[in-house]
């Protein structure tokens, strides 16, 4: 066989590719359940976006759509994506009143080893308390109100909430969040190197600390809710008096 003949198969199979990528659609999973006896919502996702927000009929629904990701090799990545796709399952176990969501990926060890993204949408009442852990990507969180328990490896989080504690860990990325609520109890602001900003409140000058590259501040207040926020690398923002 020549070399020419060999360009004209790697050209077919390129086409092929791309032709299959065309027809091939991606996967959504849903999920709805009542929020009756539950206190809290724990998701764990891999790599992708996360949005989550208040549900206005007592209930919780969850949408999680699968893509394949983009590699440098993609033809043969997009292939294996769209096998794992077609294998994942949604999880929604229930256990003493905790709802945790995640997928199951046959042969994968965790959820940086598949070959898709994920893109969450999840509803439940604003009431509950939510716990997320995400790998890598894009966490918006809106309207929850029963407290907020969050971290990512690498990516951007936003959080809105008009009442109640949070708790965000960012590695690398920026942590902004926004409350409706105008005073705090206890309330740590940390990046090991990036800036740390709050509005809506008097800062003393005494509260502020700083080591090396980053930023570091603790207060103490007369509020119902605590905020300890932190990035490793990466920017920290914090709104007091802000609705959602």
Not at 184 to 197: F, K, P
Request: negative net charge; proline residues 4%.
């Amino acid at each position: 066989m020549n070399r020419t003949s060999l360009i004209v198969i790697g050209a077919l199979a390129f086409v092929c590719a791309l032709s299959a990528r065309a027809d091939e659609p991606t996967r959504t999973l849903k999920a709805d359940m009542p929020a009756s006896g539950l206190r809290v919502v724990s998701l764990v996702a891999g790599v992708g976006e996360v949005r989550i927000e208040p549900s206005h009929d007592g209930a919780v629904h969850v949408a999680v759509t699968l893509k394949p990701k983009e590699h440098g090799m993609w033809v043969i990545k997009w292939h294996s994506g769209m096998d794992e796709i077609k294998k994942a399952t949604l999880n929604k176990d229930i256990d003493d009143g905790v709802l945790r969501l995640s997928l199951s990926v046959p042969n994968a060890d965790d959820d940086d080893d598949s070959d898709f993204k994920q893109e969450w949408h999840v509803r439940m009442p604003a009431a509950l308390t939510l716990k997320s852990r995400v790998n890598v990507g894009e966490v918006r969180i809106d309207g929850i109100a029963g407290g907020v328990t969050a971290r990512t490896k690498v990516g951007e989080m936003h959080i809105h909430v008009p009442k109640g504690s949070v708790k965000a860990r960012v590695k690398v990325g920026e942590l902004d969040v926004t409350t409706g609520a105008t005073a705090y109890r206890d309330l740590t602001l940390d990046s090991s190197i990036g800036d740390v900003n709050i509005d809506g409140i008097d800062l003393p000058e005494s509260a502020r600390g700083q080591s090396g590259m980053g930023k570091h501040v603790s207060l103490k207040g007369h509020g119902t809710d605590d905020f300890d926020l932190s990035c490793e690398i990466g920017e920290v923002n914090l709104g007091f008096g802000e609705q959602p």
